[in-house]
Antibody, heavy 119, light 109 residues
Framework: EVQLVESGGGLVQPGGSLRLSCAAS????????MTWVRQAPGKGLEWVSA????????YYADSVKGRFSISRDNSQNTLYLQMNSLRAEDTAIYYC????????????WGQGTLVTVAS | QSVLTQPPSASGTPGQRVTISCSGS????????VYWYQQLPGTAPKLLIY???QRPSGVPERFSGSKSGTSASLAISGLRSEDEADYYC??????????FGGGTKLTVL
């Protein structure tokens, strides 16, 4: 059974940093691309970033480009999202998901971790 | 980056057929696959339709997807009370990002 478990969320001040993790199990993590999606409170879904299985290809939404960095450790079956220069508008639940053939989220999602940016 | 356009709300009575539209452009829906998700309150999204019209295992046949040009639709037939949820479309955009629609809140009257 595929399991994706996000962690690392919490309260951070504007301008601060946070690193999210997504622990994967139940599938061959190193063979699959991964993606992050977020959802602000009461709002819709927003795609954030994606990384190929080999890390050779990385994509970011314009809203996070230059501030967020996606990475993965295939030996630890873990996906990361390093978030710097955080803003109030980054407050959201962050989900990791396995994408379909395009870098669009597919069937398997984590339960999400909440990031709150506030002073 | 533009957002795919969905109606903010839709409604129907039990047993009815409801459709939710998703409008995009040639760089996203027009040139790439469309995906549909259902999200119940407090839960992660669930994939309903992938690659325009394919249903994952376990998704009832009542849910169907279609695409024409730069628009797509999700149809739900035999509407049930448990279908009351938020629905999102998504597609890859040739500007090298994925896009979601703004979401449609479906109410079963």
């Amino acid at each position: 059974e595929v399991q994706l478990v996000e962690s690392g969320g919490g309260l951070v001040q504007p301008g601060g940093s946070l690193r999210l993790s997504c622990a994967a199990s139940g599938f061959t993590f190193s063979a699959f691309a991964m993606t992050w999606v977020r959802q602000a409170p009461g709002k819709g879904l927003e795609w954030v970033s994606a990384i190929s299985a080999s890390t050779s290809t990385i994509y970011y939404a314009d809203s996070v480009k230059g501030r967020f960095s996606i990475s993965r450790d295939n030996s630890q079956n873990t996906l990361y999202l390093q978030m710097n220069s955080l803003r109030a508008e980054d407050t959201a639940i962050y989900y990791c998901a396995i994408p379909d053939s395009a870098m669009v989220p597919g069937y398997d999602w984590g339960q999400g971790t909440l990031v709150t940016v506030a002073s | 980056q533009s957002v795919l356009t969905q109606p903010p709300s839709a409604s129907g009575t039990p047993g009815q057929r409801v459709t939710i539209s998703c409008s995009g452009s040639s760089s996203n829906i027009g040139n790439n696959y469309v995906y549909w998700y259902q999200q119940l309150p407090g839960t992660a999204p669930k994939l309903l339709i992938y690659k325009n019209n394919q249903r994952p295992s376990g998704v009832p046949e009542r849910f169907s997807g279609s695409k024409s040009g730069t628009s797509a639709s999700l149809a739900i037939s035999g509407l049930r009370s448990e279908d009351e949820a938020d629905y999102y479309c998504a597609a890859w955009d040739d500007s090298l990002s994925a896009l979601f629609g703004g979401g449609t809140k479906l109410t079963v009257l």
